[in-house]
């Protein structure tokens, strides 16, 4: 029961954090002050951006998690498919994301929720996960990077949460069509 209640706070919590990400008026993100009544009026809103508002809000790919880069398992080197010879799973599961835009490029910030689990032949320490990141617009990847992400496991009988975080920078021009893809790569079949 203690690991479902962890879960329900760690869920709570995550989405408390993820929440704030659109948190604000319209006002703040045009540098407008809500002390100023005027201010946050349409009417006082300039026509014409200025230097300072850099941010313009739009379009902002979704995060696309797949059903066969969402899991990640390692096993004992020579031992895969082995259920006793696993030495962790790692998986994501929900995400958001946030954007903003300059005139040349768009910043994805993305978050996902991670869990890693310890296995039979799991030991307790820094595993660095294969994640994968790949924006596609139109059929055109248009950006693709592979970074070690690296989650600790403290205790091998406590599933470890984790959160991805990467900021995903983009060419600005790209369509509504564009989607991010996140997942770990998986290990080369032989």
Same mark, same amino acid.
């Given at each position: 029961?203690?690991?479902?209640?962890?879960?329900?706070?760690?869920?709570?919590?995550?989405?408390?954090?993820?929440?704030?990400?659109?948190?604000?008026?319209?006002?703040?993100?045009?540098?407008?002050?809500?002390?100023?009544?005027?201010?946050?009026?349409?009417?006082?809103?300039? &026509?014409?951006?200025?230097?300072? *508002? +850099?941010?313009?809000?739009?379009?902002?790919?979704?995060? #696309?998690? !797949? $059903?066969? /880069?969402?899991?990640?398992?390692?096993?004992?080197?020579?031992?895969?498919?082995? &259920?006793?010879?696993?030495?962790? *799973? +790692?998986?994501?599961?929900?995400?958001?994301?946030?954007? #903003?835009? !300059? $005139?040349? /490029?768009?910043?994805?910030?993305?978050?996902?929720?991670?869990?890693?689990?310890?296995?039979?032949?799991?030991?307790?320490?820094?595993?660095?996960?294969?994640?994968?990141?790949?924006?596609?617009?139109?059929?055109?990847?248009?950006?693709?990077?592979?970074?070690?992400?690296?989650?600790?496991?403290?205790?091998?009988?406590?599933?470890?949460?984790?959160?991805?975080?990467?900021?995903?920078?983009?060419?600005?021009?790209?369509?509504?069509?564009?989607?991010?893809?996140?997942?770990?790569?998986?290990?080369?079949?032989?």
């Amino acid at each position: 029961m203690s690991v479902n209640v962890s879960r329900g706070v760690v869920a709570v919590s995550l989405m408390m954090v993820l929440s704030g990400c659109n948190a604000g008026g319209l006002g703040s993100s045009l540098g407008l002050s809500s002390s100023d009544p005027a201010a946050a009026t349409p009417a006082a809103t300039p &026509a014409v951006a200025t230097d300072q *508002q +850099a941010f313009v809000q739009g379009f902002c790919p979704q995060i #696309s998690l !797949t $059903d066969s /880069t969402a899991v990640y398992r390692s096993y004992v080197r020579g031992k895969d498919g082995d &259920a006793e010879q696993v030495v962790f *799973q +790692a998986s994501f599961a929900d995400s958001t994301r946030s954007c #903003s835009r !300059t $005139d040349t /490029t768009l910043t994805v910030n993305a978050l996902i929720q991670g869990r890693l689990v310890s296995g039979p032949q799991g030991k307790a320490g820094t595993i660095n996960l294969p994640v994968r990141v790949t924006v596609v617009d139109g059929g055109q990847e248009v950006f693709n990077e592979l970074e070690q992400y690296p989650v600790t496991i403290a205790d091998v009988n406590t599933p470890t949460q984790f959160i991805y975080s990467k900021a995903i920078n983009v060419p600005g021009n790209i369509s509504g069509l564009a989607r991010v893809y996140i997942g770990f790569e998986q290990p080369k079949k032989k």
